[in-house]
């Protein structure tokens, strides 16, 4: 195959309205220069001009946009010379990506009909029209949503790549053999690989028949050439299939540890003397699901995954640059997972490359996110639908499938309507396919399908199966698993977008776009934040929400884990994502660059191929021993059968107990600690290393705590006078009410004011027998459930908590539940917290409050006016 490389510098003339097919445009030069191609409108500033929105609003946040936005018909045009020594050639013109239609011409003539397509590429049939010689090509190029699929697919949406008009990618003319392979599809068994090549040829009269050689050999992944497979066929129409069986001994599985890759060289000799030649990479490995597991070569596997949504924050549009997707995937690795689920999209042939490389198993889907949820139509209420989404499943299939990381393939994102239509394209899928494991749709618990390999939801069988709906479980012990899902389900259960915990957007992220797309929503978040008056507290709630996240996924995580027979789970996600009003609820940044909340070592504690867990409840009494039992996840080829659990619960910097056992359970007496201590709990088994918090507090109370109203007579006197009172939050105008799970996803596009974690001032000595980190660990849930904020802006700028609740991007009002200050003649400690309760972590926070209150350390140094405390109630 001759190839012509196209990208470099086109003509072009814009069509916004869609003025239809002008004669004269063949006859003359297109009014623009110079639009470089491979790349899209915006990179080479055409189209509307993006500003920055004057308001705080919904749409100023809804996501990144493109710096100049083009959505509608857009013509390029360009001369090329063709070479001789073309004659008798098939001629083919490939643009590897365009967002959506294209359609070509030659010197005017029109090269067939429009092709629509969002997952592969555009090949346009120029046989018969391009000869030696000068020719002018014209394409049309077309972003507009000519298939009614809304605009919340992750292929096709403003919230994540942007609707890009252009070509990406590889564009070139292919002058091929008109006797040659069309196509090779590689199917691994057993022992070898069944192969099927499509040859194409000039034939097309009945009778005529052509000689030709088969010659399939296959390389394997240290290099040696293995013994090929030899055929004469006889070529007789243009399009026709062949299939061999090549035996392989000694195989080389490929999986996420061993990601070894075999070469299929293919020739194809004519009776007239033609040769061509075709190469196809794939690796060894089998899918299948049995017995309510995913089996990868005979073995279950676990997935440890995050979720690809098309975010590009430079280019707005995906890479087709391999080492870009091996730098990404690379990052996924560091974190300890194996998987990506593409949302809603399917990536390009690099993504594959990498993965294929690097061991990472991928969920593919189409850009189908149809429900009526979502403001569209549901799937299958266009006839449009079942025809283009069932062509598209197919040249997914084809284009992408030799590929072993290419493990599942779904219909898409939540979609609702037409199941009919879903189980319809899964049958052919897998009648045509049957490398990768399939499912309907991601999301939405069904009933299972008999064409259905596994189940992708937040609930399956009516169980939830993540932790959105469980916290309150999750705070008092480590021991939830998803069982009961497992147990009604007759598919493997791998669990949906997992997490989707708001961390505060990190604005200064506005220097790093650089490229295509303008951050109007950071922008607006930003200007907000000044005006409100916490731009310089940015780092400081970044810091807290994502501590908060990171303490909320590892639980997430674990959950998972600690279930037997469950297929795996998909985070939302890794990095933020950037649309649906700045969904920033990732570890790392839209750049795939850490936030410096968790480090890739830390990460892998708790998400790996081995980790050790710790079942246990999270507070204790000094009266009880802690019963726990010791756990290993473990997914490596070669699991141990028992391992030796290493165990220490350190109090501070004093070890507290140590042991060394292969017993699954421990019994740890509590009653040699006399106060309140924060045990961290390390665990180790098979080079695996996890920790945790246990909080013990004495049953008994010593000192009771007698709180005022900040409404009552006795607290006016105090303020007069002089004195020490504890005022709790009860007549508080305007609380901020607090809340320990935070804002889920994006407090815009999900209306809320709940914070995003809090800071604590861990060395105050108010914590002195109340033992706590920087950030809340589960012991303080049943105090910030519910607490009162108080508004920190009335109390001045720089004004010190003890406790802060940070606040989300939307409401940006900092509150605190504890603070303390000197008002008039009185020392006060304000305490929004419901000190009523029972719980262990309530009756010592009281007991730790009571005795500071009444020692020599509570002398407040902040001064408050009488008139502005006093204002803050009735």
Request: aromatic share 10%; glycine share 8%.
């Amino acid at each position: 195959m001759q190839i012509m490389d196209l990208s470099g510098s086109w003509d072009y003339e814009t069509d916004e309205e869609n003025t239809g097919l002008d004669r004269k445009l063949f006859q003359r030069k297109l009014k623009g220069a110079g639009f470089l191609l491979p790349g899209s409108a915006c990179q080479n500033q055409i189209g509307r001009k993006q500003e920055y929105a004057a308001e705080f609003t919904p749409e100023a946040v809804r996501a990144p946009r493109e710096r100049y936005e083009y959505v509608g018909p857009l013509w390029l045009q360009r001369q090329v010379r063709v070479p001789r020594g073309c004659e008798g050639k098939d001629v083919r013109l490939f643009l590897e990506r365009v967002n959506m239609a294209s359609q070509a011409w030659v010197d005017g003539k029109c090269a067939g009909r429009q092709v629509v397509e969002l997952s592969a590429p555009h090949c346009h049939d120029l046989t018969g029209l391009l000869t030696p010689g000068v020719h002018t090509i014209t394409l049309r190029l077309d972003n507009r949503n000519l298939l009614n699929i809304g605009g919340m697919a992750s292929g096709y949406s403003i919230d994540t790549q942007g609707i890009w008009s252009g070509v990406i990618g590889r564009m070139e003319l292919q002058f091929l053999n008109q006797e040659r392979m069309e196509d090779i599809q590689v199917y691994p068994c057993d022992n070898g690989i069944d192969v099927k090549v499509v040859t194409a040829s000039g034939i097309s009269s009945p009778g005529k028949k052509s000689a030709a050689r088969l010659r399939l050999t296959i390389v394997s992944p240290d290099g040696e050439p293995l013994p090929c497979v030899s055929r004469e066929v006889e070529l007789y129409q243009a399009r026709q299939t062949e299939r061999f069986h090549c035996e392989i001994r000694e195989i080389c599985w490929w999986n996420e540890f061993h990601p070894c890759l075999y070469r299929l060289d293919a020739v194809l000799e004519t009776e007239n003397g033609g040769e061509d030649r075709r190469t196809v990479t794939f690796g060894m490995r089998l899918a299948c699901s049995r017995e309510k597991n995913l089996l990868l070569n005979g073995r279950p596997i676990f997935l440890r995954g995050t979720t690809d949504c098309a975010i590009d924050p430079l280019t707005g549009y995906p890479s087709m640059e391999e080492e870009t997707w091996v730098k990404r995937f690379s990052t996924v690795k560091e974190y300890g997972m194996n998987h990506v689920r593409f949302h809603a999209w399917c990536p390009p042939e690099a993504a594959f490359a990498a993965a294929d490389r690097l061991g990472i198993y991928l969920s593919v889907e189409m850009p189908f996110w149809l429900n009526r949820d979502v403001g569209c139509p549901a799937a299958g209420e266009d006839i449009l639908h079942r025809y283009y989404f069932t062509q598209e499943a197919l040249a997914i299939s084809k284009t992408y499938g030799n590929h072993p990381s290419f493990l599942m393939f779904s219909n898409g994102n939540e979609i609702m309507g037409d199941f009919e239509l879903l189980e319809d394209i899964i049958i052919m899928m897998k009648a045509q396919d049957p490398r990768h494991l399939y499912t309907l749709t991601s999301n939405f618990d069904h009933p299972v399908s008999p064409c259905e390999d596994y189940l992708c939801a937040f609930e399956a069988g009516g169980h939830p199966v993540r932790l959105q709906h469980l916290q309150e479980a999750a705070a008092e012990h480590s021991c939830l698993d998803y069982r009961e899902a497992v147990e009604d389900v007759p598919a493997p259960v791998v669990s949906f977008e997992v997490g989707q915990y708001c961390v505060f957007p990190d604005v200064d992220l506005i220097l790093e776009y650089q490229g295509n797309m303008l951050p109007v929503n950071l922008e607006a978040i930003r200007r907000e934040m000044i005006k409100n008056g916490i731009y310089d507290r940015r780092k400081d709630y970044i810091a807290a929400s994502g501590a908060m996240a990171a303490l909320l996924y590892k639980e997430d995580v674990e959950t998972a884990l600690r279930t037997e027979g469950f297929g795996g789970f998909s985070l939302l996600s890794l990095c933020d994502y950037t649309g649906q009003n700045t969904a920033a609820v990732g570890l790392l940044n839209a750049f795939w660059e850490s936030k410096g909340i968790l480090t890739p070592e830390e990460f892998r504690q708790f998400c790996g191929p081995a980790v050790p867990l710790f079942l246990s409840k999270r507070v204790y009494s000094t009266e009880e021993t802690l019963k726990a039992r010791l756990k290993l996840f473990d997914s490596r080829e070669e699991r141990a059968e028992s391992p030796l659990f290493h165990l220490e619960l350190w109090n501070g910097k004093e070890l507290f107990f140590r042991t060394e056992t292969r017993e699954q359970q421990v019994e740890i007496p509590l009653t040699g600690l006399s106060n309140p201590a924060g045990l961290r709990v390390k665990l180790s088994a098979e080079g695996g290393s996890n920790s945790w918090m246990v909080y013990v507090y004495p049953e008994k109370e010593k000192t009771g705590l007698p709180m005022l109203r900040g409404d009552s007579e006795e607290l006016k006197r105090l303020i007069r006078e002089g004195g020490r009172a504890v005022v709790s939050g009860e007549g508080l105008k305007c609380p901020v009410e607090g809340s320990f799970t935070p804002v889920f996803w994006s407090p815009v596009f999900f209306p809320s004011s709940r914070p995003c974690g809090a800071i604590i001032d861990s060395g105050h000595p108010l914590f002195e027998n109340f033992p706590t980190e920087e950030y809340p660990g589960f012991q303080w849930k049943a105090l910030i459930d519910g607490c009162a904020g108080a508004k920190l802006q009335q109390l001045g700028s720089g004004f010190r908590s003890i406790v802060e609740l940070a606040p989300n991007f939307l409401t940006q009002t900092p509150a605190s539940p504890l603070f303390e200050g000197k008002v008039g003649a009185a020392e006060i400690l304000f305490c929004g917290f419901d000190l009523q309760g029972e719980q262990l972590p309530v009756k010592g926070l009281r007991q730790s409050i009571a005795e500071y209150v009444l020692s020599d350390k509570f002398r407040p140094d902040q001064e408050i006016s009488p008139e502005t405390f006093l204002g803050m109630f009735f």
